[in-house]
């Protein structure tokens, strides 16, 4: 049972371009969803979050999209540059204001930006 | 910002031998870290919650036998993988978020993973 899932295992994106990765989750008790990116034999490195309060989190050239109503996320780099290239996951959480909470994952987005 | 180290970060080892992994707060202390496991082209699977002082807490269908979770200190936890087979060769990662920090404050910080492989 995927709770979070990413439907694009990868994609390729021109230097400069914006990049759009999806995420879709069926479990409406997920309050907070986070983007980790990752390089390989490495840990996931947090990027950017928001709260199910809101619709959209920007934070330079990373923004996420909330659409509540249709569980939908979205990240957008703009300008995606080669540094970019990753996989990128997204993660979801529920009721952890004041506690660690644990995260479920997606199956991850492979990010190629190209010169 | 909030480091987690984990160790080591590569290890080979026999079939039906135990091998330990560490995972350690460097710069602040953690009542709870998660132990998570991905497979190749898969998504981090959560194992466990590994709590300070108590038991952990193991996601269903993974063997509290096989994969035994010390939380000693407010700033290591330790996962052994027991009696280890070639099955059990994967990416290894823990996570830990500052104490009362929340989720919403401090996203989860991930030390760098173990790749264990078996043969």
């Known amino acids: 049972d995927q709770q979070v899932k990413q439907n694009s295992p990868s994609l390729s994106v021109q230097e400069g371009r914006i990049s759009i990765l999806n995420c879709d989750y069926t479990?409406?008790?997920?309050?907070?969803f986070l983007w980790y990116k990752k390089y390989p034999a490495e840990g996931p490195t947090f990027l950017i979050s928001i709260s199910s309060i809101k619709d959209k989190n920007e934070d330079g050239r990373f923004t996420v999209f909330l659409n509540k109503s249709a569980k939908h996320l979205s990240l957008h780099i703009v300008p995606s540059q080669p540094g970019d290239s990753a996989v990128y996951f997204c993660?979801?959480?529920?009721?952890?204001?004041?506690?660690?909470?644990?995260?479920?994952f997606g199956t991850g987005t492979r990010l190629q930006v190209t010169l | 910002g909030a480091v987690v180290s984990q160790h080591p970060s590569r290890v080979i080892c026999k079939s039906g031998t135990s091998v330990k992994i560490e995972c350690r707060s460097l710069d602040f202390q953690a009542t709870t870290m998660f132990w998570y496991r991905q497979f190749p082209k898969q998504s981090l699977m959560l194992m466990a919650t590994?709590?300070?002082?108590?038991?952990?807490?193991?996601e269903q269908g993974v063997e509290k036998d096989k994969f035994l979770i010390n939380h000693a200190s407010l700033t290591l936890s330790t996962l052994t993988v027991t009696s280890a087979h070639p099955e059990d060769s994967s990416f290894y990662i823990c996570s830990a978020t500052p104490i009362g920090a929340g989720i919403q404050n401090s996203p989860l910080h991930f030390g760098n993973g173990t790749r264990l492989t078996v043969t």
């Open positions: 590994s709590n300070e002082g108590s038991k952990a807490t193991y």
């Open positions: 993660a979801a959480t529920f009721g952890g204001t004041g506690t660690a909470s644990k995260l479920t």
């Open positions: 479990n409406s008790m997920f309050d907070y």
